[in-house]
C-alpha cells in the first residue's frame, strides 16, 4: 500500500465551526507533514511529524492545530478559520527523514465561508 | 529569507519539442527533489538529486544538480500531452530550526498538439 489517504475530500465551513481533516498512510512513514496550497501556488509547508512528534511549525495561526495520534495518522483541527485560509489541504508522509521522498495526499479543498 | 526559485513560471511547448525549466536557490542545498502536479491533481515525486554535479535520467527526462548545489534544471526532450502539468523542483536545507524541503514556485507547461 503506498497511499496516503486524505479526508474529506471536499470541506464547506463558516468562520465560527470546528472541523477537522484526517490523513492516513499505512507505508510504515514516520514523518507526516501538512500543507497548504493555493490556487496556482506551490504547497507551502505548514507542519512536520517527526515520530509522532511535532518537529516543525512554520509560525501557523493557532486556529489550525495538529494533531498525530499515532504514526500512521494525522489530523488537522480547524477552528475560527477565515475566508483566506479556503485553499487545498495536502497531506504528505515519508520514510523518515526530510530527504525522503514524499508521498502526497489527493487533498482537502476548503472552503471558508 | 531563503528562497528556491524556478524559471519560467509558464512553459508552452508544441508538442515534440523539448524545454527546460530551471531552479535555483540563494543558499547551498543538502539535495533536490522534482515533483509533478497534473491539473487537479496532487504532487506526485519525480527523482531526487544528492550529489554536485549529478545528472539523473527518466525516459524523456533529464535532471541535473548543480556543482554548486544550489541550482538545477530538468530537460524534456520530444514532448508529449502526457508532460501537462506543472513541475514544482524543492530544495532540502539543513536549518537550527528543523530540517526542510522548500518548494519552488514551479514551472506550468502546457502542451499545444
Known amino acids: 500500500d503506498t497511499e496516503v489517504t486524505q479526508t474529506p475530500k471536499h470541506l464547506v465551513m463558516g468562520m465560527t465551526n470546528k472541523k477537522s481533516l484526517k490523513c492516513e498512510q499505512h507505508?510504515?512513514?514516520?514523518?507526516m507533514y501538512w500543507y497548504k496550497q493555493k490556487a496556482k501556488k506551490p504547497p507551502e509547508l505548514m507542519f512536520v511529524?517527526?515520530?509522532?512528534?511535532?518537529?516543525i511549525n512554520e509560525s501557523v495561526p493557532s486556529r489550525f492545530s495538529p494533531e498525530c495520534p499515532n504514526s500512521s495518522l494525522l489530523n488537522l483541527h480547524l477552528h475560527a478559520l477565515q475566508p483566506e485560509d479556503s485553499a487545498l489541504y495536502l497531506c504528505?508522509?515519508?520514510?523518515?527523514?526530510?530527504?525522503?521522498?514524499?508521498?502526497f495526499g489527493p487533498g482537502t479543498r476548503l472552503t471558508v465561508l | 529569507g531563503q528562497q528556491v526559485m524556478q524559471i519560467p513560471q509558464y512553459q508552452h511547448v508544441q508538442e515534440g519539442e523539448d524545454f527546460t525549466t530551471y531552479c535555483n536557490s540563494s543558499?547551498?542545498?543538502?539535495?533536490i527533489q522534482w515533483y509533478k502536479q497534473r491539473p487537479g491533481g496532487h504532487p506526485v515525486f519525480l527523482i531526487q538529486?544528492?550529489?554536485?554535479?549529478e545528472v539523473k535520467k527518466q525516459k524523456r527526462l533529464t535532471f541535473q544538480f548543480g556543482e554548486a548545489k544550489k541550482n538545477s534544471s530538468l530537460h524534456i526532450t520530444a514532448t508529449q500531452t502526457t508532460d501537462v502539468g506543472t513541475y514544482f523542483c524543492?530544495?532540502?536545507?539543513?536549518?537550527?530550526?528543523?530540517?526542510?524541503?522548500?518548494f519552488g514556485g514551479g514551472t506550468r507547461v502546457l502542451v499545444k498538439p
Open positions: 511529524y517527526s515520530y509522532e512528534k511535532l518537529s
Open positions: 538529486l544528492v550529489k554536485s554535479g
Open positions: 504528505a508522509s515519508s520514510q523518515g527523514a526530510f530527504w525522503d521522498e514524499q508521498f
Open positions: 543558499t547551498t542545498l543538502s539535495n
Open positions: 524543492a530544495g532540502g536545507m539543513i536549518k537550527a530550526a528543523g530540517n526542510k524541503l522548500t
Open positions: 507505508m510504515g512513514h514516520r514523518a
